[in-house]
């Protein structure tokens, strides 16, 4: 069983920063990815976006909707991932939602950060 714990949302202005945590705990042996997922107003939770990934080599891959914008990172030590989202929008608004792989699978959900983005 592995429990993930998202912080760091909150209310911010268009171009500000913020810096979403994701703190892991339980089994996470052969995980091979971490993730960020986002889901805005409205929306269901089979709409989720995809966001950024961390794969269990390091690789980073991202959403064209964030990409040099966002950046996401993982202290293995902590069973912790990052998301470090600057220079925000209005349409970054939503729930991130941090999800570990195994395998292919999704073991794992957190209950989600608010992020709003407004002025």
């Known amino acids: 069983q592995v429990q993930l714990v998202e912080s760091g949302g909150g209310l911010v202005q268009p171009g500000g920063s913020l810096r979403l945590s994701c703190a892991a705990s339980g089994d996470i042996s052969g995980i091979n990815v971490w993730s960020w997922y986002r889901q805005g107003p409205g929306r269901q939770r089979a709409a989720r976006e995809w966001?950024?990934?961390?794969?269990?080599?390091?690789?980073?891959n991202y959403a064209s909707s964030v990409r040099g914008r966002f950046t996401i990172s993982r202290n293995d030590a902590k069973n912790t991932v990052f998301l470090q989202m600057n220079s925000l929008k209005f349409e970054d608004t939503a729930v991130y939602f941090c999800?570990?792989?195994?395998?292919?699978?999704?073991?794992?959900w957190g209950q989600g950060t608010h992020v709003n983005v407004s002025s």
């Open positions: 966001v950024a990934s961390i794969r269990a080599d390091g690789n980073l």
């Open positions: 999800t570990l792989v195994r395998s292919g699978v999704h073991v794992s």
